[in-house]
């Protein structure tokens, strides 16, 4: 037997996936927590707080993950390390860390451990918004041809706004910063020794494209004369495509691992990004949808145009030949998460009384922006909203609003691609949320009135870190190939029912509010957000 190791690193967690490359059977799997999870109060220790909007992240928990995760997984699996034909990871993105020339990040020197620039910056750090509008507006005002290919707005949570706000916060920090990199390239470097780059997290994440690289010098100078040379003296413009090897295992890391030095490590990819060929999508009109605490929407097509409010276009960027579009919404798990806890009652519970009710039943209508609106208006200061309550509202009448409209905001992506030209003739579901909740995948089938099957794997970002770990292991000559005999569906398929009536009623309501709140017709969501802000100063 030979075995492909994925090791997909989630938001709180890592995990380790062995996989049968002759078939894509999983042979084993092991999970391991971040010791820190999210940091988002104060740093480590009897460290400093942190400000709303921080999300951070200690690189040290990704190594104890490798350390704790592979081999529990390799010894439950039975494959001999020798049967291993190569390593693959995927990652949060843009998930980013400064370091020194070696690799050493700034947060363990000791006179940097108490900076909070110092550490890694979570994809879901958001703090970066005053830099980010001042990247847009630039870039607007100077005509610069990359902004078209992110929907016309970098997001807050990409790479050069958190780079930019390290210089304008920390200056000091962004000078001792001899590398400013991803973290999914960071481990790859700690698992070979070799530093290297992925083409598919600059080109989402760092406004690269293969055609045109980095936006010029001049751009970056605009911004500020410190920023100019950012590219040249603290990243990288030699970039691997995805599958490329990297580098092979080292001795210290086959020691973590219990693999064999020299073990082949492909190029790092991102979470989402790796998912589409494991669900087995390697063409365009079929949309993948990621759904774990935030949703993730991939789409494949032929020729590249313009989207409204998309996270980013790339050529070659998910599957060789075609470009690769990414939208997303910020909050999906989170969302539920959220009200569950607050209520005290199971997702379980509230999804049966929910499933009762009919659409427009409980006169409820919500904005799923409560982590910010990614796609398709790219703004991380909106918030959430529910219109409609009453002394008699519910709690279940609550929980199905919120499933309802995070379904009205994936049809928000689905049109614009739509219109763009893109078509979407099905939608394949993958992550966390669909085993678990199959009342939200029946909503999203009527909201969408597409067919939605199901991932074969319930770890579809390991099993396609797996896949591409065995193409730059020699055991496929194309991702293709690896997903016709790895990549799997389930039998479960959502089809749409009859509410798709009265769902259309409720979407044109939902984009009356999308609108008004989100297109700057009203701004009290801004409004109250300053108002909060100004409060915590004098606090």
Not at 272 to 284: E, Y
Not at 454 to 467: D, F, Y
Request: net charge negative; charged share 20%.
């Amino acid at each position: 037997m030979k075995a492909a190791l994925g090791i997909d690193f989630g938001t709180e967690s890592a995990r380790a996936l062995l996989v049968d490359v002759a078939d894509g059977r999983e042979l084993a799997t092991a999970v391991h927590a971040y010791d820190h999870g999210v940091i988002d109060e104060r740093l480590p220790g009897d460290g400093v707080a942190l400000a709303d909007d921080w999300a951070l992240q200690d690189p040290d928990d990704y190594l104890r993950a490798v350390q704790g995760a592979v081999p529990r997984a390799l010894a439950a699996s039975g494959v001999r390390p020798e049967d291993v034909v190569g390593v693959g990871i995927d990652f949060t993105s843009c998930t980013m860390l400064p370091t020194l020339r070696d690799g050493t990040p700034l947060c363990k020197l000791p006179s940097l451990r108490r900076h909070p620039h110092a550490w890694v910056k979570l994809w879901k750090h958001h703090a970066a918004q005053p830099e980010a509008d001042r990247i847009n507006a630039l870039a607007a005002e100077r005509d610069e041809p990359w902004l078209a290919r992110y929907g016309g707005k970098i997001s807050s949570e990409w790479f050069f706004p958190k780079a930019l706000q390290i210089l304008d916060e920390a200056p000091a920090v962004y000078e001792r910063a001899e590398r400013l990199l991803e973290a999914c390239d960071w481990v790859v470097w700690q698992l070979t020794g070799v530093e290297s780059r992925n083409a598919c997290a600059a080109g989402y994440k760092a406004m690269w494209s293969k055609r045109d690289g980095f936006p010029p010098s001049s751009y970056f100078a605009a911004l500020d004369r410190r920023f100019e040379q950012v590219v040249d003296e603290k990243m990288s413009t030699r970039l691997l495509p995805p599958g490329a090897r990297a580098g092979a295992l080292s001795e210290a890391a086959a020691s973590w691992t219990t693999l064999l030095p020299g073990t082949p490590v492909a190029a790092a990819n991102l979470d989402f990004h790796a998912s589409v060929p494991a669900a087995t999508v390697t063409q365009p009109g079929t949309l993948v949808m990621i759904m774990g605490t935030s949703n993730g929407l991939m789409l494949l097509g032929d020729e590249l145009v313009d989207v409204e409010g998309m996270c980013g276009v790339v050529e070659d960027g998910v599957l060789p030949g075609l470009f690769g579009y990414e939208a997303g919404q910020s909050g999906l798990g989170d969302v539920f998460g959220w009200f569950v806890r607050g209520f005290g009652e199971s997702h379980d519970a509230l999804a049966a009384k929910a499933a009762t009710l009919r659409p427009g039943e409980s006169g409820l209508l919500a904005l799923d922006w409560l982590n910010g609106n990614r796609s398709v208006l790219v703004d991380a200061e909106l918030s959430g909203l529910v219109v409609g309550l009453t002394l008699a509202t519910t709690p279940a009448e609550i929980y199905r609003a919120l499933l309802e409209a995070t379904a009205f905001g994936t049809r928000v992506v689905v049109d614009g691609f739509e219109r763009a030209g893109l078509p979407v003739e099905r939608i394949v579901a993958c992550g966390g949320v669909p085993d678990r909740n199959p009342l939200l995948m029946q909503i999203f089938a009527d909201v969408t009135g597409r067919t939605i099957s199901v991932a074969g794997s319930a770890q579809t970002p390991a099993l396609g870190a797996a896949m591409w770990g065995a193409v730059a292991g020699g055991a496929f000559s194309t991702i293709t190939l690896a997903a016709e005999q790895m990549a799997h569906l389930r039998d479960t398929v959502y089809r749409p029912s009859g509410g798709r009536g009265a769902y259309d009623a409720l979407y044109a309501e939902y984009l009356r509010l999308h609108d008004l709140f989100g297109r700057g017709g009203d701004d009290a969501m801004r409004n109250l957000r300053r108002l909060r802000a100004a409060v915590a100063d004098v606090s």
